[in-house]
Nanobody
């Protein structure tokens, strides 16, 4: 089992940047593919980005491609999401998720086993 704790959210003006962190417990972090999702009020949870166990593959939603960047450090049990050129429509609760396999990078929530509590990102226009 792994526990995930996000941090780094906040209020930022449009065009600004934020860096979200997701710290994982346990000694097997390198065995989990990691993803970030977001959920805005009244909307379904939406895939944002994912990274493979060994960092050799990443995948992004079209809406964030070229603006957001996912990375991880297995020695530090941490995955990050760099958010650049933020827009008002990026406002949401951002959650990290862990998948106990290194075989794929799912873009649906059911592809992940463990979830953090989320961190709020609010972009003012």
């Amino acid at each position: 089992q792994v526990q995930l704790v996000e941090s780094g959210g906040g209020l930022v003006q449009a065009g600004g940047s934020l860096r979200l962190s997701c710290a994982a417990s346990g000694r097997t972090f390198s065995m989990y593919a990691m993803g970030w999702f977001r959920q805005a009020p009244g909307k379904e949870r939406e895939f944002v980005a994912a990274i493979s166990c060994s960092r050799d593959r990443t995948y992004y939603a079209d809406s964030v491609k070229g603006r957001f960047f996912i990375s991880r450090d297995n020695a530090r049990n941490t995955v990050w999401l760099q958010l650049n050129s933020l827009k008002a429509e990026d406002t949401a609760v951002y959650s990290c998720a862990a998948r106990l396999f290194c075989d794929s990078l799912p873009t649906v929530p059911s592809g992940y086993t463990y979830w953090g509590q989320g961190t709020q990102v609010t972009v003012s226009s």
